[in-house]
């Protein structure tokens, strides 16, 4: 228990510190902070828990060199995310109060300490498969061939939020089994098209007049086949083993006369191409993006990837697919690593359509859209349907679509005032006015303050609550949603044998409110720590009821939504919780940059990424936090463009 409520005292002052850490000092003089005075803040108001005989938070910070910290970066780092999330103890443990004009200091001092002198961080992220989402993006471009990767393949494993980090992108003999299958079936269906369809004009780029005229025909499709599978330039060597698929099956075919009759050499050199396009499509070289090491390369040392892996690099960040024939050629003259064409090139990917992919696949993640799948259905909101669901998840993604279309400044996200609605969305919002089933772009006015920013979207509020209780909000999911999401804060897991909540029927008069279900978790020594930290957001939320929709009463009982934020903000509704929360907003950008950079690198980010992190944070800002400068930022940054060999060796 005693270990509980401290974790709960490192957690609790996370809006405290981080709004302190985040606005402008007020205007009284303080010292400048040096190694000594931030060692004596640490020894006195730290150390007393975090040293050799008590090791709380497996965190030691007595005894350090406060001259060095940048020899213990683990250590620090770690201690620089609590400060800046408000996660140390509160003053009342030390009985000394932190002046917030110093400790906004200390902050920036181990900032500057930390980044000062930094080493490239670049783990290899491991051997990246392909998943669904990028081999389905990788047949269309190929074979202009649609298909459903759920029939083909099975569910890629998620991990640090989002479905393309490499080490969770593990091959397994069943996996192994059904890309053989899936290129048999898709190799088959491409080519039993009919002969002016779009797979057959994209694959058969010639076609042999006669029999002498077949093999260099068959060697140029498979040469324009690997390259682009192989997103590079396919060596003779690789053509001339495919061709060897197409010549055994082509030898195969005319030994059972399937040469015979009309077109009889043509189906023979179509059957052939399939053959070859098989082999092709089950190639390691196509369903992992494998990056060379240079040779006599020591374990752990870094090297910069080829101009053609950058390439890949950028175009699976930015489109969720193999870079184009535009980006191909300048990365095959060396030229795509010039800075200039790197942000000409990321730009140019940028406004493209294809960068829809970073609604789709990293937005639609990042915010969980996924979760609205799961929902339903809900006895108690017999209005809520599939086409409202479909609606929801599409006002988020038209929403995240503008900041990126329009390069606006990313904290958008969290107070545009305007919003995407078709005439479902608009009548479960309640605007009026809205016909049609096309969603169109609307400002909205005062009435319907509370739908700015994301915290106003139905998808979600709607699918950040408990799936158990369909009939009912959750203030801790909707809490742990905000916090995770906005802030890069995580609420303590709940202790073990929690008792759940007692539950009444729907029709039952005397059934409270979700707040006052919730007093027996926050009255209990082993929860109200916790639930103090999350509910306060929860409850500011409690207007939009279980699908999003706008309430004033809960079971015939006037909604209560004001309570005190930990960090001792009061807040009255969403818009409080809004204006709260742009307390936060250089904390909301780097939480963003870490996401994405997560994303654009396909591993998990460390304690090694932060200085790269705060920089490219730190120079967003004097670009008003545009989109395109985060971006820019990774693909511009060692981090983005470097690999390593593994520490062992492998």
Same mark, same amino acid.
């Given at each position: 228990?005693?270990?509980?409520?401290?974790?709960?005292?490192?957690?609790?002052?996370? !809006?405290?510190?981080?709004?302190? $850490?985040?606005?402008?000092? *007020?205007?009284? +003089?303080? /010292?400048?902070?040096? &190694? #000594?005075?931030?060692?004596?803040?640490?020894?006195?108001?730290?150390?007393?828990?975090?040293?050799?005989?008590?090791?709380?938070?497996?965190?030691?910070?007595?005894?350090?060199?406060?001259?060095?910290?940048?020899?213990?970066?683990?250590?620090?780092?770690?201690?620089?995310?609590?400060?800046?999330?408000?996660?140390?103890?509160?003053?009342?443990?030390?009985?000394?109060?932190?002046?917030?004009?110093?400790?906004?200091?200390?902050?920036?001092?181990?900032?500057?300490?930390?980044?000062?002198?930094?080493?490239?961080?670049?783990?290899?992220?491991?051997?990246?498969?392909?998943?669904?989402?990028?081999?389905?993006?990788?047949?269309?471009?190929?074979?202009?061939?649609?298909?459903?990767?759920?029939?083909?393949?099975?569910?890629?494993?998620?991990?640090?939020? !989002?479905?393309?980090?490499?080490? $969770?992108?593990?091959?397994? *003999?069943?996996? +192994?089994? /059904?890309?053989?299958? &899936? #290129?048999?079936?898709?190799?088959?269906?491409?080519?039993?098209?009919?002969?002016?369809?779009?797979?057959?004009?994209?694959?058969?780029?010639?076609?042999?007049?006669?029999?002498?005229?077949?093999?260099?025909?068959?060697?140029?499709?498979?040469?324009?086949?690997?390259?682009?599978?192989?997103?590079?330039?396919?060596?003779?060597?690789?053509?001339?083993?495919?061709?060897?698929?197409?010549?055994?099956?082509?030898?195969?075919?005319?030994?059972?006369?399937?040469?015979?009759?009309?077109?009889?050499?043509?189906?023979?050199?179509?059957?052939?191409?399939?053959?070859?396009?098989?082999?092709?499509?089950?190639?390691?070289?196509?369903?992992?993006?494998?990056?060379?090491?240079?040779?006599?390369?020591?374990?752990?040392?870094?090297?910069?990837?080829?101009?053609?892996?950058?390439?890949?690099?950028?175009?699976?960040?930015?489109?969720?697919?193999?870079?184009? /024939?535009?980006?191909?050629?300048?990365?095959?003259?060396?030229?795509?690593?010039?800075?200039?064409?790197?942000?000409?090139?990321?730009?140019?990917?940028?406004?493209?359509?294809?960068?829809?992919?970073?609604?789709?696949?990293?937005?639609?993640?990042?915010?969980?859209?996924?979760?609205?799948?799961?929902?339903?259905?809900?006895?108690?909101?017999?209005?809520?349907?599939?086409?409202?669901?479909?609606?929801?998840?599409?006002?988020?993604?038209?929403?995240?679509?503008?900041?990126?279309?329009?390069?606006?400044?990313?904290?958008?996200?969290?107070?545009?005032?305007?919003?995407?609605?078709?005439?479902?969305?608009?009548?479960?919002?309640?605007?009026?006015?809205?016909?049609?089933?096309?969603?169109?772009?609307?400002?909205?006015?005062?009435?319907?303050?509370?739908?700015?920013?994301?915290?106003?979207?139905?998808?979600?509020?709607?699918?950040?609550?408990?799936?158990?209780?369909?009939?009912?909000?959750?203030?801790?999911?909707?809490?742990?949603?905000?916090?995770?999401?906005?802030?890069?804060?995580?609420?303590?897991?709940?202790?073990?044998?929690?008792?759940?909540?007692?539950?009444?029927?729907?029709?039952?008069?005397?059934?409270?409110?979700?707040?006052?279900?919730?007093?027996?978790?926050?009255?209990?020594?082993?929860?109200?720590?916790?639930?103090?930290?999350?509910?306060?957001?929860?409850?500011?939320?409690?207007?939009?009821?279980?699908?999003?929709?706008?309430?004033?009463?809960?079971?015939?009982?006037?909604?209560?939504?004001?309570?005190?934020?930990?960090?001792?903000?009061?807040?009255?509704?969403?818009?409080?919780?809004?204006?709260?929360?742009?307390?936060?907003?250089?904390?909301?950008?780097?939480?963003?940059?870490?996401?994405?950079?997560?994303?654009?690198?396909?591993?998990?980010?460390?304690?090694?990424?932060?200085?790269?992190?705060?920089?490219?944070?730190?120079?967003?800002?004097?670009?008003?936090?545009?989109?395109?400068?985060?971006?820019?930022?990774?693909?511009?940054?060692?981090?983005?463009?470097?690999?390593?060999?593994?520490?062992?060796?492998?």
């Amino acid at each position: 228990m005693k270990k509980a409520l401290l974790l709960f005292t490192v957690i609790a002052a996370a !809006f405290t510190i981080l709004r302190i $850490a985040t606005q402008a000092a *007020p205007p009284q +003089a303080t /010292a400048p902070q040096t &190694a #000594a005075s931030v060692k004596a803040f640490i020894d006195r108001d730290c150390a007393s828990c975090h040293n050799n005989r008590d090791w709380i938070g497996n965190l030691v910070l007595e005894n350090q060199d406060f001259t060095k910290i940048g020899q213990n970066r683990a250590i620090w780092e770690k201690v620089v995310r609590k400060l800046k999330s408000g996660q140390e103890p509160k003053t009342s443990l030390t009985g000394v109060t932190l002046e917030p004009a110093r400790r906004k200091e200390i902050v920036a001092w181990f900032d500057a300490e930390l980044d000062r002198n930094a080493p490239d961080y670049m783990p290899p992220p491991g051997l990246h498969r392909l998943n669904r989402t990028e081999y389905k993006n990788a047949i269309k471009d190929i074979l202009d061939l649609d298909i459903v990767p759920s029939t083909l393949l099975p569910q890629d494993d998620s991990t640090r939020g !989002f479905d393309n980090i490499a080490r $969770a992108l593990r091959m397994t *003999p069943e996996l +192994a089994a /059904a890309y053989v299958k &899936a #290129a048999a079936t898709i190799s088959r269906n491409a080519l039993a098209s009919a002969a002016g369809s779009a797979s057959a004009r994209k694959v058969f780029i010639c076609r042999p007049a006669n029999t002498s005229e077949e093999t260099p025909c068959a060697q140029r499709i498979v040469a324009n086949l690997a390259t682009q599978a192989f997103r590079r330039p396919a060596s003779t060597s690789e053509v001339s083993e495919f061709m060897e698929s197409y010549h055994a099956t082509r030898l195969d075919n005319l030994n059972r006369n399937f040469y015979e009759g009309p077109g009889g050499s043509i189906k023979v050199f179509d059957r052939g191409i399939e053959a070859a396009l098989r082999e092709i499509l089950n190639d390691r070289r196509f369903i992992y993006r494998r990056e060379v090491e240079p040779p006599n390369l020591s374990a752990g040392q870094s090297y910069r990837i080829s101009d053609l892996e950058l390439a890949s690099r950028l175009s699976y960040f930015l489109w969720s697919r193999g870079p184009d /024939a535009a980006l191909i050629d300048l990365a095959s003259r060396g030229q795509l690593r010039d800075p200039a064409v790197l942000e000409r090139e990321a730009r140019r990917m940028l406004a493209d359509p294809r960068a829809e992919a970073l609604t789709t696949n990293f937005a639609g993640q990042w915010l969980s859209l996924w979760m609205l799948a799961a929902v339903g259905p809900l006895p108690t909101y017999p209005d809520f349907d599939d086409a409202l669901k479909v609606a929801m998840r599409r006002e988020s993604e038209l929403f995240f679509e503008s900041i990126v279309r329009e390069d606006r400044n990313v904290v958008d996200l969290l107070t545009a005032n305007y919003t995407f609605v078709n005439d479902r969305l608009a009548r479960h919002y309640g605007i009026p006015n809205i016909t049609g089933s096309e969603f169109r772009r609307i400002t909205l006015d005062p009435a319907f303050d509370v739908r700015r920013g994301l915290l106003g979207k139905a998808a979600f509020l709607t699918g950040a609550s408990n799936y158990n209780f369909p009939e009912r909000t959750s203030l801790v999911v909707r809490g742990n949603w905000v916090l995770t999401k906005f802030l890069g804060l995580r609420a303590p897991d709940p202790p073990p044998n929690v008792p759940p909540l007692k539950t009444w029927a729907i029709d039952d008069p005397t059934r409270p409110g979700v707040r006052d279900m919730m007093a027996s978790h926050q009255n209990s020594p082993s929860c109200n720590q916790c639930h103090k930290l999350v509910d306060p957001i929860g409850i500011s939320l409690e207007n939009f009821d279980r699908t999003g929709k706008w309430r004033t009463d809960e079971f015939g009982k006037p909604i209560d939504a004001t309570d005190v934020l930990v960090d001792g903000t009061p807040v009255r509704g969403p818009a409080d919780l809004r204006n709260a929360l742009m307390g936060y907003s250089d904390q909301f950008v780097a939480t963003f940059t870490e996401s994405l950079l997560t994303f654009s690198l396909g591993r998990g980010t460390e304690y090694g990424d932060m200085p790269l992190i705060r920089t490219i944070a730190r120079d967003a800002a004097i670009d008003n936090n545009r989109f395109s400068a985060i971006v820019l930022g990774i693909v511009k940054s060692r981090t983005f463009q470097m690999n390593s060999r593994y520490e062992d060796g492998r």
